[in-house]
């Protein structure tokens, strides 16, 4: 059963601090997504690329926030420095271009202090 | 770029009773709608979708309408269970790409 991989978990840290989420897309996968999830604002799209390209990152704090992918198995998004403001659930998804389908990994959910 | 409206907020219903939820986009272009289904503490997950050459599209228990002209789509599950007490999210997709853009979701509880 394919399914997208995201890490950490849950992450604690003190404003101020680095912060990276990775994620692996579905073997196969040619688009990937990072998502934020709050109670105020639902689910946000941050950035997404297609066959490793970024192809959009206008839902992103450019100041702070950068996402990459150095690979095709593997996506980043990294804040620097972290603000209370960041805390909620992160969300990578991938999908194959053709289908559409989107599959969400299991999040990560961050909390600044 | 697309917006993407939902309707109610929250839902409370008898269990075997039906619900509906209701969404409008704002992109003439968009051709995707799916729904997602989000337990508490878990991933969102696709329950059905539907393109814009169709009208309607059913799985058991659930379906989708699509009304291109004015521009919304509803799900509507029928005998609601317990089980489906959860944040359903509608979402449009413009063609070109994959971006999908979401609603603000219903929290649906299906009350014994």
């Known amino acids: 059963d394919a399914r997208v991989t995201q890490t950490p978990r849950h992450k604690v840290t003190e404003m101020g601090q680095e912060v990276t989420m990775r994620c692996q897309p579905i073997?196969?996968?040619?688009?990937v997504f990072w998502y934020r999830q709050t109670m105020m604002q639902g689910l946000e799209l941050l950035a997404y690329?297609?066959?490793?390209?970024?192809?959009?990152d206008s839902g992103m704090p450019k100041d702070r926030f950068s996402a990459e992918m150095p690979d095709a198995t593997l996506a980043t998004l990294k804040i620097q420095p972290s603000e209370p403001r960041d805390s909620a659930v992160y969300f990578c998804?991938?999908?194959?271009?053709?289908?559409?389908?989107?599959?969400f990994g299991e999040g990560s959910r961050l909390t600044v202090l | 770029g697309e917006n993407v409206e939902q309707h109610p907020s929250t839902l409370s219903v008898q269990e075997g009773d039906s619900a509906v939820i209701k969404c409008t986009y704002s992109d003439s272009a968009s051709n995707y709608f799916p729904w997602y289904k989000q337990e508490l503490g878990k991933r969102p997950q696709l329950i059905i979708d539907i393109r814009s050459n169709v009208g309607e599209k059913k799985d058991q228990r659930i379906a989708v309408t699509l009304n291109k002209t004015a521009k919304h789509f509803s799900l509507h599950i029928t005998e609601t269970q317990p089980e489906d007490s959860a944040v359903y999210f509608c979402a449009a997709k413009t063609g070109g790409g994959n971006k999908l853009t979401f609603g603000t979701g219903t929290q649906l509880k299906v009350e014994l």
């Open positions: 690329f297609r066959n490793r390209a970024p192809l959009d």
């Open positions: 073997l196969g996968h040619n688009t």
């Open positions: 998804a991938s999908a194959n271009f053709n289908t559409g389908e989107l599959f």
